[in-house]
């Protein structure tokens, strides 16, 4: 199969069942691109991921882009991220078209209520598994939990606690 109609259809299926954005899409991204495709290792995929996160834009695009270009250069990360919102805008504008002559009927509130338990429960089994792959080390873990009070409980900038934490690994890397 032509590679870029391959990465087409393979970010459209990831786009497709990706509910609740960037962090629910990391067990599926993972599921096709390395175990399926096999174009990519885990750790790339965390890197991409890692490099879309810290990016402007949606980290969900950012990481496909990514991908895309690994595999296929500029016109691959254009065609991944064609391919991953694709989905994204026919089901908008389906929503958008009925949604006003649905959205009081209690079997549509009740299956958006399901939608946003199942997408929290997607989230934190992709925050529990990354953190299980990169907190590995008590200093990991350490980084990890403070990064995490900074951010939640002190109200730091997450820009300005990325910026220190990779200083941080920078200076840790060269010990």
Known sequence: ?????DLFITFFKVGLFTFGGGYAMLPLLEREIVDNKKW???EEILDYYAIGQATPGIIAVNTST???????GN????????????????IITIIAK???????LLF???AFAGIRVAVCALVLNTVINLVKKNANSKVKFAVFLLTFI???????SPVLVV???GVFGILLGRR
């Open 1 to 5: 199969m032509n590679i870029y109609l």
């Open 40 to 42: 990519a290792s885990r």
């Open 66 to 72: 990514f991908c895309g270009f690994s595999k296929a």
């Open 75 to 90: 016109l691959g990360g254009l065609v991944a991220s064609l391919g991953f919102i694709s989905p994204s805008i026919i």
């Open 98 to 104: 009925f949604l006003k002559e649905f959205a009081h």
């Open 108 to 110: 549509i509130q009740y």
């Open 150 to 156: 900074a951010i939640a409980f002190l109200s730091i």
């Open 163 to 165: 910026i220190i934490v």
